[in-house]
């Protein structure tokens, strides 16, 4: 009986959270282990899909900078809730590094398959999703760059829009949009965002003091392709450029559960629609 | 030199989170500790504001809950990261209290000082903030209701309106919007998100799956004002009705910092500012 109860419960505020469509193969992809970086924490292991169709030479960077374990032994040095995780390096090799451009702006064409969002964002024009990403893109230049949803994988600067190098932010709740387009977005976390999640904030609730006692390491950052075949984590990411995408956005649109008697506007907030992710059970 | 340069970094990007105004003794207000509920949990202590404004016999009968320690040792049995921590009591208990009618719409009077946020909002016409908490309205009926902004608390609810008693929810992801004025929220979290957010999430990646065995325990709830003085903690929060809080909701949107080097669109996500608390802790 109580697990009824709550089983109930579970399912009716569950349908708000996601509704399944059918599970059929194509629905899925797998992801490229030579653009995929496995973050051990202490809190758990975190999978990061990086971009490099947005983001070509911060890829490039981060990806080198990994394989040569720079980020192995360093922390996550400012973590303020509801905001981002904030993690990177020793100054010493910091300072010996390329700065990198800003990288944003991306022109779509006609083979980036993307899927409509809405047209009635408050920061831009069109969001939609693309291989997995929120973008937001204009309608006639059809400029396009990736939004500061939850979870996106950021390169940390100064106030100089082409200082940054090697220490990356997580964002950690509501979506900092006024940040689109200002900061380099090249990953996101595919798996494990609760990991982040329970790292130790290191600032009170009021101001900006640092607290390096309680600053979280971070144990290990390695391309996965890097990783021991034995303890690879494997996921699938799901499609965002299927019918089936499509049709869960509408769902999520219209609410036909009955769960919604009242339907909601018809209207999709772009960081607020979950693309799945699974377990590779079977390889 | 590491230092110099993580607090410049820290600094650089923490101007994005929240600008600070001068602090003068009137942003602040006091909670009364009979609306304030101390939670505790295993990863630390969270503190619910309630809002007897908008939903009045909810506040009463979850205080009634709390007093009577119904909640203790009872658990969080269902948290899915970005979405809902959801927690309550045991079904022996739930089944003999009565259920409540959905609280939400207020019909807004001269004496609610809200501070305006925007009237771009996706959802609603126009969003505010009236005494602490995110609210949407309507220019010509003045009809207003709380928002599912990240941290707010709701009662749970099976799929007809008027069917919740005791289980709660907190957000802990992007605002979930999509379940204004279907749900009652009744709170908000002023104090200790972070341990909220630590909370071991019951659901896998993909799916549905009750592990019971890693559910989180409610170790105790209490009236702040039933809790002993010596064991209290007593915040302040900011006042959101005051000249300093509409500076910082202009400075939110203007970014005059140095690091916004293109200014970003001019407006404002009400549930992306940060109403600030702090710990009084001279008394």
Known sequence: MK???????????????HSKAEDTPDQWRTLDLDKTILLELET???IIELNPQFAPKHVEQISKLVTAGEYDGQSFYRVIDNFVAQGGMNVETTTK?????????HQLTASDHFSMVSNKDMFVENTAFLNGFAI???TKSRMSWLLHCPGIVGLSRQNEPDTGSSDFYITIGQAPRYLDRI???????????????????TES?????????????IIKMQMMSDVPKAKRIL????RTDTEQFEKKLIARMTREHPFFYIKPPQVLDV??????SRLVTSH
């Open 97 to 105: 590094l390329p700065l990198l451009k800003l990288e944003s702006d």
């Open 44 to 46: 758990g292991p975190v």
């Open 235 to 238: 996921i699938e990411v799901e």
């Open 136 to 138: 937001g893109f204009e």
């Open 271 to 276: 960081c607020q629609v979950p693309v799945n």
């Open 205 to 217: 609730i009021e101001g900006d003091t640092l607290d390096r006692s309680i600053h979280s390491k």
């Open 3 to 17: 697990y009824y109860l709550i089983l109930t419960l579970a399912l009716a505020l569950s349908f708000a959270a």
């Open 183 to 201: 900061m380099t977005v090249f990953g996101r976390v595919v798996f494990g965002m609760e990991h982040v999640q329970k790292l130790n904030r």
